[in-house]
Structure formats: structure tokens, C-alpha cells
Nanobody
Framework: QVQLVESGGGLVQTGGSLRLSCLASGRTLSRYTMGWFRQLPGRGGEFVAAVTWNSRTYYADSVKGRFTISRDNAKNTVYLQMNSLEPEDTAVYSC????????????????WGQGTQVTVSS
């Protein structure tokens, strides 16, 4: 079992930055693909970014050039650096751990955290 806990969310103005963290316990993250998804009000989960076990990264078109995903296996932590935030980025952000299949889909992840709220004011 893997337990994931997100942190770093909050309220920020348009153009601001936040860094989300996802801390894992129970197992080492080093062999997992880690992904960030967001839940927008009234909509399903949306893929944001992922990093594979060998640090290959993937991004949704809507966040390319603004968000950066990274991992620190020694700290069992994955990060999402979010810059140039827009009101459309307002959502609950959750991290997941998976095997590496279906990287951009929620079904590709077996373990999830509870999520952290990000609110961007205009």
C-alpha cells in the first residue's frame, strides 16, 4: 500500500505561483509513475502532469510552459511547480501513483491522495 498526502495549495492572485508537494509513505515511490490531476467544479478529473520512474515528463497542453513536475525519490516526494496561474487553474489537485500505463488517465493510477485546493483569484 502507498499513502499519499498533498500539500501546498492555497489562494493566490492571477499570475502568482504555488508549489504542490505529494509525500508518499508505505512504499518507495522510485518505481512508480506519479501524476497530478485536478478536479474542476462540475467536471471530472483532468490530467495535469506526470513523471515516470525514469523522470520522463508529460504535461497537459493547458499547463505546458507554466507547470513543472519533478520528483525526489530520496524524499519520497513529487512536486508540481505552478507559475503564471490563471483563474481557470482553480481546482482540487490530487496526486496519484501508478504503474506507467495510461499515464494521462485516472485509471492508470492505483493510489491517490486526498487532494489540496488551489484557488486563483482574478
Amino acid at each position: 500500500q502507498v499513502q499519499l498526502v498533498e500539500s501546498g495549495g492555497g489562494l493566490v492572485q492571477t499570475g502568482g505561483s504555488l508549489r504542490l508537494s505529494c509525500l508518499a509513505s508505505g512504499r518507495t515511490l522510485s518505481r512508480y509513475t506519479m501524476g497530478w490531476f485536478r478536479q474542476l467544479p462540475g467536471r471530472g478529473g483532468e490530467f495535469v502532469a506526470a513523471v515516470t520512474w525514469n523522470s520522463r515528463t508529460y504535461y497537459a497542453d493547458s499547463v505546458k510552459g507554466r507547470f513543472t513536475i519533478s520528483r525526489d525519490n530520496a524524499k519520497n516526494t513529487v512536486y508540481l511547480q505552478m507559475n503564471s496561474l490563471e483563474p481557470e487553474d482553480t481546482a482540487v489537485y490530487s496526486c496519484g501513483a501508478g504503474s506507467g500505463e495510461y499515464i494521462t488517465l485516472q485509471i492508470g493510477y492505483n493510489y491517490w491522495g486526498q487532494g489540496t485546493q488551489v484557488t486563483v483569484s482574478s
